[in-house]
């Protein structure tokens, strides 16, 4: 099968994330072929076609003319898989290419069964196994669900891309969160805080917890969306990675994205009242219990130990 | 200025899933139902446009069966002007194309000049549907935005989430489309008056028959429970003896209490 990875090209770089889809092409026993969007006199290392655009003219972000590039080398590849990342360029620009190849886009997908795509559902909770319908098949692979495989060494052909394009974007360039005074990269042990928390008032209990025991506080997402805790502290994708000797995770359901972020910890301690958490797939230990009132009991005994 | 914003119903994700009979979809009968998370994002940025520019009209869209009503009630209470109800019983046999084709077939020749979705549902997470109903509309769609500004004149600045705290800033002139990201805003709580006065707002239903378009291209084969990986300890029990018994793992199990 002829498949085409797209490649990413963020802040002057090509992302690692593409060696991902090299192992996914690799277990379908695909013919790969590479598209980025780069800089011309360094494109990444890849034994075959490179399709290949440059990022001076078509920019970093612009889901108009990377479409239509894209598109191009598709054709031109005869290809019968798109192969994307489920990443903030590759959930935008997939569904474009989709619609214009009349293919199914699997979304998020985390394995493949007799042909079939695997995806998640209802927050990680439950899978969906998805046949395509379709003469191509567009794919967005999860972080980390395809374990990256470096390309082999060997000779790469470039072949060039040019399209005209009057593209309606304008991509003005990028912005990076200010940092906090916590490095959560550098504790031994982290506390952090869920949706389950419930309310403000109760950062305080997880933040006595991490005291206790001698580490920082975090948080999930939807506790920093509510501004309960600053950014700096929050863990996964779009916040810190990190990996302690111990993470404990309370009133966190466990979505993909925060998982990301801290499954490599050392002993993962799950606080939570809903035992199909998808967290509970990581952690070491799950706590059945409500953490407002397990919390300051543990954080109680803890300062008599 | 008109503005779409497009919701969908979704069960509360702490519920207790069952597999339904086919194997296909999980069995709607006991779940607690709520607007998507992320379209409620969507409606509170439509609304806030809305008190920016004065002026506008707002129309929230959601497809399913009669229940959806109730969630397309409370966006009319936090502030759109009128609801359309594309009824439909069986809104998870169609796929992101299909349900986009819908929303783009109701849209086309409405002018909306601002349409906003939110970037992915809560439960099929496909993320698809909102960049292929601006695809299919020939409208400018930037997905996955946590900051929005319009500045007069039909133009937006826009910032995308990316990976690692960096955002992307994007400048597009509608009409055009956005899918928003959990953090855009702080959606408001509906206040009594003005679910009161949404009461009394227009809630049209539509009947599926007359927008829906092509078939699927993907079909869900089955549905199912991810297998329990590895050896997680569950502890379950009283309060105090939670933790004494969590104290005596990590003294066993790892070093942060030595």
Redesign the interface.
């Known amino acids: 099968m002829n498949m085409l990875l797209v490649a990413e090209y963020?802040?002057g770089k090509v992302l690692g994330n593409f060696h991902e889809l090299l192992a996914f092409a690799a277990q379908l026993q695909g013919q790969p072929s590479l598209f980025i969007v780069c800089d011309v006199n360094a494109p990444p290392a890849f034994p075959g076609r490179v399709y290949l655009a440059d990022v001076a003219t078509y920019k970093?972000?612009d889901?108009?003319s990377h479409q239509k590039l894209l598109l191009e080398a598709v054709r031109r590849e005869g290809a019968e898989m798109v192969v994307f990342a489920h990443?903030?360029?590759g959930?935008?620009l997939?569904?474009?290419i989709?619609?214009?190849l009349?293919?199914?886009?699997?979304?998020?997908v985390t394995a493949v069964v007799d042909g079939?795509c695997v995806?998640?559902?209802?927050?990680?909770?439950?899978?969906?196994?998805?046949?395509?319908?379709?003469h191509t098949t567009v794919v967005t692979l999860q972080s980390g669900a395809f374990s990256a495989q470096a390309p082999e060494v060997g000779p790469s052909t470039i072949i060039p891309l040019e399209i005209d394009d009057a593209t309606?974007?304008?991509?003005?360039?990028?912005?990076?969160?200010a940092a906090g005074g916590v490095d959560l990269g550098k504790a031994?042990?982290i506390v952090s805080a869920g949706r389950g928390i419930g309310k403000p008032e109760n950062v305080a209990l997880v933040a006595e917890l991490a005291k206790a025991?001698?580490?920082e506080y975090g948080a999930s997402?939807?506790v920093?969306?509510?501004?309960w805790v600053e950014?700096y502290r929050q863990v996964g994708?779009?916040?810190q990675t990190v990996a302690p000797?111990?993470y404990m995770a309370c009133g966190i359901?466990g979505a993909i994205q925060h998982l990301a972020g801290m499954k490599k910890s050392?002993?993962v301690?799950a606080v939570n009242t809903?035992?199909?958490a998808p967290i509970?797939?990581?952690?070491?230990?799950?706590?059945?219990?409500d953490l407002k009132?397990?919390l300051p009991?543990?954080t109680e005994?803890?300062r008599m130990? | 200025m008109k503005i779409l914003v497009c919701m969908k119903h979704v069960p509360d994700m702490e519920s207790k899933f069952k597999i339904a009979a086919d194997g296909r979809w999980y069995d709607g009968g006991d779940l607690a139902w709520r607007i998507n998370e992320y379209d409620e994002y969507a409606v509170e940025q439509a609304v806030r446009l809305k008190e920016q520019l004065g002026n506008s009209d707002i129309t929230v869209l959601s497809i399913g069966p009669e229940r959806v009503k109730e969630a397309m009630k409370k966006a009319l209470a936090m502030g759109c002007d009128r609801g359309v109800h594309v009824l439909d019983d069986r809104p998870s046999d169609r796929d992101a194309m299909a349900i986009a084709t819908i929303i783009a077939a109701f849209a086309r020749g409405r002018n909306f000049d601002c349409i906003f979705t939110g970037m992915q549902s809560q439960d099929r997470g496909s993320g698809q549907v909102g960049i292929l109903v601006g695809e299919m509309l020939g409208l400018p769609a930037v997905s996955t935005i946590v900051d929005f500004s319009c500045n007069g004149d039909n133009r937006y600045t826009v910032k995308r989430e990316l990976e690692g705290g960096v955002r992307a800033v994007v400048e597009v002139r509608g009409p055009a489309l956005f899918t928003c990201q959990l953090g855009l805003n702080t959606p408001r709580y509906p206040t009594l008056p003005n679910i009161m006065k949404a009461k009394k707002k227009e809630l049209l239903t539509v009947p599926v028959t007359e927008l829906a378009g092509t078939g699927n291209v993907q079909d869900t084969v089955q549905l199912f429970f991810p297998e329990k990986k590895g050896g997680g300890l569950l502890l379950e029990g009283e309060i105090p003896e939670l933790a004494d018994k969590l104290i005596a793992i990590l003294k066993e199990k790892t070093t942060v209490l030595a």
């Open positions: 963020r802040q970093e972000y889901p108009s990443s903030s360029y959930w935008d997939a569904p474009r989709a619609l214009a009349g293919a199914a886009q699997i979304s998020e079939d995806v998640p559902a209802c927050n990680s909770k439950l899978r969906r196994r998805v046949k395509s319908l379709s309606p974007y304008t991509f003005q360039g990028y912005e990076t969160a031994a042990v025991l001698k580490g997402r939807p920093v969306d509510a501004q950014h994708t779009t916040g000797k111990l359901s050392e002993f301690v809903d035992k199909d509970g797939e990581i952690a070491d230990v799950m706590v059945l219990a009132q397990f009991v543990l005994k803890l130990v």
